[in-house]
Structure formats: C-alpha cells, structure tokens
T-cell receptor
Framework: GQQLNQSPQSMFIQEGEDVSMNCTSSSIFNTWLWYKQDPGEGPVLLIALYKAGELTSNGRLTAQFGITRKDSFLNISASIPSDVGIYFCAAHNTDKLIFGTGTRLQVFP | DAGITQSPRHKVTETGTPVTLRCHQTENHRYMYWYRQDPGHGLRLIHYSYGVKDTDKGEVSDGYSVSRSKTEDFLLTLESATSSQTSVYFC????????????FGSGTRLTVV
C-alpha cells in the first residue's frame, strides 16, 4: 500500500536552533498536511498544502509541497521549549489520509 | 476547539474481556475514524465510517468492530481484549474525505493485563 517515509525519526536540539524534517513517498498526492502532537494529546493540524510547489508559513513554521508531489518539508525556526512533541506528515489519497510515522522533537534549554 | 470527545480517557482491562471505547462529536461531520498509536508505528487506521451505519475496515481491523447508529457517536469494540491491543486509541472526524485534514480527540489509553 501507499507509505509515507518520514525523517528523521527523532531530533534532539538546543533552544534557538532551526529544525528541518521531511516526508517522502513513491506515490503522488494532491494534499499534504503537517500535524503536531503534544504529550498526552491528539495530533493538531499545523499546516495544509494543496498545490505543488506551495510554500506556507504559520508563525515560525514553514512547510512546502514538493514540486514532484511526492514529498513535503517542514521547517521550524528558532525553536523554543514548547515545540517539543511528535510531528506527523499526512497525505490525502482518494478517500482518506495516510500518516507518516512521526518525528519526535526534543528541545533542550 | 472542535467538539470531539473520547471516553474513557484511561482504561485497564483484563485479557479476554470485551471493551468499548466511545467517540462523540458535536460538529455533525460525516466521516469518523479510529486509529491506534504505538511506538515506531505512528497512527494506524483501524476502522472508519462515512455515514450512519456505513463503516469499513482499515489496515489493522482484526480483533476490532465498530458501530455508528447516530451521526455523533462512533463506537470501537474489542470483542475479547488481548495484550497486543494495549495502545493509545484516537478518534478523528472530518467534514470531507480528508482533504481538509482530520480533527483528533484527546485519545484513550488502554492497557490490557
């Protein structure tokens, strides 16, 4: 079946550093989304991308819909302690979302 | 915040007992989903519903059943719980088939001993 390969699996960074993570697939998708999951909570939608090449920002977060429609990228600038959590990519196929396995982010002061 | 609640939030049950988890929404969304989350596996779809009494299997449906008798409620039942079903279960809702994203509940942590 369709799979999303998300990397890295985990990141340990210092407060103030920038973060990059990505999601790739062998399949083409028309929508890419990025979610964040805080400890003990459900995932929350951060950014949705609907057009190949689209670059969208939400505060310190910037996400891009890859030009090939097979990948997407998320960048977090100037990380802060509350950025800690698991970040999931998701892509929309014909009738539901497929999720990546997540990137666990730890931020040290 | 979207109106989606899961109950219970935590449950410990014994192997072999039936367990039912409830998802309740106040958004009148047509689509509802049950996922389980396990370390190293991300979110895996168990079952989903595209309307009242209309449900279908996801990728890890064995050992689970669902029912949706009303738009607002989606029930997940473990007929005879096993230790491999210890997990965190999330319900999600969407207005369309996902292009606008899903809204997730806060999860139910189930431990089968």
């Amino acid at each position: 079946g369709q799979q999303l390969n998300q990397s890295p699996q985990s990141m340990f960074i210092q407060e103030g550093e920038d973060v990059s993570m990505n999601c790739t697939s062998s399949s083409i998708f028309n929508t890419w989304l990025w979610y964040k999951q805080d400890p003990g909570e459900g995932p929350v939608l951060l950014i949705a991308l609907y057009k190949a090449g689209e670059l969208t920002s939400n505060g310190r977060l910037t996400a891009q819909f890859g030009i090939t429609r097979k990948d997407s990228f998320l960048n977090i600038s100037a990380s802060i302690p509350s950025d800690v959590g698991i970040y999931f990519c998701a892509a929309h196929n014909t009738d539901k979302l497929i999720f990546g396995t997540g990137t666990r982010l730890q931020v040290f002061p | 915040d979207a109106g989606i609640t899961q109950s219970p939030r935590h449950k410990v049950t014994e192997t072999g007992t039936p367990v039912t988890l409830r998802c309740h929404q106040t958004e009148n969304h047509r689509y509802m989903y049950w996922y389980r989350q396990d370390p190293g596996h991300g979110l895996r779809l168990i079952h989903y519903s595209y309307g009242v009494k209309d449900t279908d299997k996801g990728e890890v449906s064995d050992g689970y059943s669902v029912s949706r008798s009303k738009t607002e409620d989606f029930l997940l039942t473990l007929e005879s719980a096993t230790s491999s079903q210890t997990s965190v279960y999330f319900c999600a809702i969407s207005e369309s088939q996902g292009a606008g994203g899903y809204t997730f509940g806060s999860g139910t942590r189930l431990t089968v001993v």
